[in-house]
């Protein structure tokens, strides 16, 4: 029923959940209300009701001018604005820095690594605790890394890398680190996290793919190449443009 939720601005839909947004030029008037009362119309026709309490506004800004938006309404209750929204499990902060999310990721795969020690105490082998690993721990690492990997920090990486090494000296508490990635044959998460967007990058260049327009333009190489075709790179002014994987 959701397929046919239409309003002024682009929407991302998944299941029930519905993102609107838009790109709005200084000077001129946003839509996100006109989108909202359209929205709210939908609902209604549909006999359903949004909830407000749990819709957010989150206004991404880098403009060393005052940007001033009013506030979004839905039926006559205002929308809070907040520093970071939660969209699909991964937590977007206004500021495009990853500090919340990668924080809250840790601490969850961390709290995993407890089952990793009751089945070690349990009797559980070596390769079936390293699937465990790989399963239950090691992908909370990983889920959507290619939109964040490019831009953590240096603390943030070594942060993200210490669940990893936690879990080897739970597995093989005798070995060192690279002894236990050697044993196993295991890459860093870091190389693990460059390959997830290496993959999603060349899946990206099919002209099928769901967003591949993300891409820059592609030009035919004049000369003989192995890849036989580039792309035309946007001039890039920030390094948070600059750190996307798409780069």
């Known amino acids: 029923m959701i397929d046919d939720f239409n309003t002024c601005l682009k929407d991302i839909k998944y299941v029930d959940d519905t993102t609107l947004f838009e790109i709005v030029t200084i ?10 009362v359209e929205a709210v119309n939908w609902a209604s026709k549909n006999n359903m009701k949004l909830n407000a309490s749990k819709t957010k506004e989150l206004l991404i800004y880098f403009g060393k001018t005052n940007l001033v938006l009013p506030p979004i309404t839905l039926e006559g209750q205002t929308i809070d604005r907040v520093e970071s929204a939660i969209l699909l499990g991964v937590h977007l902060s206004k500021t495009l820095t990853w500090g919340t999310h990668i924080d809250i990721v840790i601490a969850k795969a961390g709290k995993r690594l407890h089952y990793l020690r009751e089945l070690k105490r349990s009797g559980l082998g070596t390769k079936e605790l390293l699937k465990v690993y790989q399963s239950l721990v090691r992908s909370v690492t990983e889920y959507a890394c290619q939109v964040w990997s490019t831009m953590l920090t240096t603390d943030q990486i070594t942060s993200l890398e210490s669940i990893q090494k936690r879990a080897m000296r739970i597995i093989v508490p005798n070995m060192s680190y690279n002894e236990a990635l050697g044993h196993f044959t295991l890459p860093t998460l870091e190389n693990r996290r460059k390959c997830l967007c290496f993959d999603l990058f060349n899946s ?19 000369h003989n190449t192995r890849s036989g075709a580039h792309y035309t790179l946007p001039k890039v ?7 996307l994987f798409v780069n």
Request: charged share 15%.
């Open 237 to 243: 002014k920030t390094s948070r443009f600059r750190n």
């Open 27 to 36: 000077g001129q008037p946003s839509k996100l209300q006109q989108a909202a």
């Open 204 to 222: 990206m260049k099919t002209n099928h793919h769901q967003i591949n327009f993300l891409l820059p333009t592609r030009t035919q190489s004049q």
